[in-house]
């Protein structure tokens, strides 16, 4: 993987915090879907899709911690 600019252009920065938003909602909501499912097997395919998006989340915010060290 390359390494990070330690400059983030207003462009890449929002492109950053829409991806960081589509992930949030998208892990949010599966947390709602979560509460009305009664299936185990979905449940925890479910678990694992709202961990996935709020790792991206953790990435991406890692992604912009680095680069300002």
Same mark, same amino acid.
């Not at 990070?4 to 909501?29: Q, R």
């Not at 678990?47 to 990435?59: A, G, P, V």
């Given at each position: #993987?390359?390494?990070?600019?330690? #400059?983030?252009?207003?462009?890449? *920065?929002?492109? !950053?915090? @829409?991806?960081?938003?589509?992930?949030? !909602?998208?892990?949010?909501?599966?947390? &709602?879907? *979560?509460?009305?499912?009664?299936?185990?097997?979905?449940?925890? #395919? &479910?678990?694992? &899709? !709202? @961990? &996935?998006?709020?790792? !991206?989340?953790?990435? *991406?915010?890692?992604? *912009?911690?680095?680069?300002?060290?």
């Amino acid at each position: #993987m390359e390494k990070v600019p330690k #400059m983030v252009s207003t462009k890449d *920065l929002s492109y !950053i915090s @829409d991806m960081f938003n589509w992930h949030i !909602i998208t892990a949010k909501k599966y947390e &709602l879907f *979560l509460n009305k499912i009664e299936d185990e097997e979905c449940e925890k #395919m &479910l678990s694992k &899709l !709202i @961990d &996935l998006h709020y790792q !991206i989340c953790d990435d *991406l915010t890692k992604l *912009l911690k680095d680069g300002d060290s």
